[in-house]
């Protein structure tokens, strides 16, 4: 699996790289995305503009590990879902489970709205 890194003051932003995430993606993904948790910044937005089809196993998986930062009391975005992936989620009832925003500027907001929320609470 390809995928880009860019490290900001209070999350990473990763931009999938591959045109498919499939089914032998999940492990790598697992293995790619948790170990944020364990890193100073924990918050994690992942950039689909590359993405052009999901599968199943990869979408389910996603909500996973979504759910595990989450429980942890840190954030993780989607965002710039391509609309044919869009179409497979929300046709198969993923994306009204997952925290997505059309724009990685808008993923950030959410991001940085979430840590005021945590702090407060």
């Known amino acids: 699996m390809e995928f880009k890194i860019d490290t900001k003051e209070k999350m990473h932003v990763i931009t999938v790289q591959d045109k498919n995430l499939t089914a032998n993606m999940t492990e790598e993904l697992r293995n790619i995305l948790l ?7 924990k918050n994690v937005v992942i950039n689909f ?3 052009a089809a999901i599968d199943d196993p990869a979408a389910t998986e ?4 979504q759910q595990k930062f989450y429980d942890s009391k840190y954030s993780m975005v989607f965002c710039k879902f391509q609309h044919d992936v ?11 489970e997952m925290n ?9 907001d959410i991001v940085q709205m979430e840590e005021i929320e945590r702090e407060l609470f």
């Open 35 to 41: 170990p944020f948790l364990e890193n100073s910044i």
């Open 49 to 51: 503009e590359n993405v």
């Open 62 to 65: 996603l909500l996973n590990i």
């Open 86 to 96: 869009e179409d497979f989620l929300e046709k198969n009832e993923y994306l009204e």
């Open 100 to 108: 997505v925003t059309p724009t990685e500027s808008e993923a950030w």
